[in-house]
């Protein structure tokens, strides 16, 4: 089953860094965008960042200077670096890749990788 696989999450005290990876574990179709969403717990998923893959990217006001979004077009694989962490960006962090096969068009998920931001 397609799916995206997500790694880097963890515990980190604030001003810290984390690297979170997603890549596809088969073959989804044409990947366009792909990015970011990110949740707390009684909350909605916000959006975080974004890839057009056409190099125009998307980042939320609370995170922007600080994250850096990139991608390996080949493997299918979006990066989030994130820096200068807050208690603020605690949260289940989800990726998702908008990919076209077949005629149809469909958002892939990963299964979510929880950040949390403490001292």
């Known amino acids: 089953q397609e799916q995206l696989v997500e790694s880097g999450g963890g515990l980190v005290q604030p001003g810290g860094s984390l690297r979170l990876t997603c890549a596809s574990s088969g073959s989804i179709g044409v990947v366009n965008a792909m990015g970011w969403f990110r949740q707390v717990a009684g909350k909605e998923r916000d959006l975080v960042s974004a890839?057009?893959?056409?190099?125009?990217?998307y980042y939320a006001d609370s995170v922007k200077g600080r994250f850096t979004i990139s991608r390996d077009n080949a493997k299918n694989t979006v990066y989030l670096q994130m820096n200068s962490l807050k208690p603020e960006d605690t949260a289940v962090y989800y990726c998702y890749a908008d990919a076209y096969s077949d005629g149809w068009s469909r958002r892939y998920w990963g299964q979510g990788t929880q950040v949390n931001v403490s001292s």
């Open positions: 890839d057009t893959r056409s190099g125009n990217t």
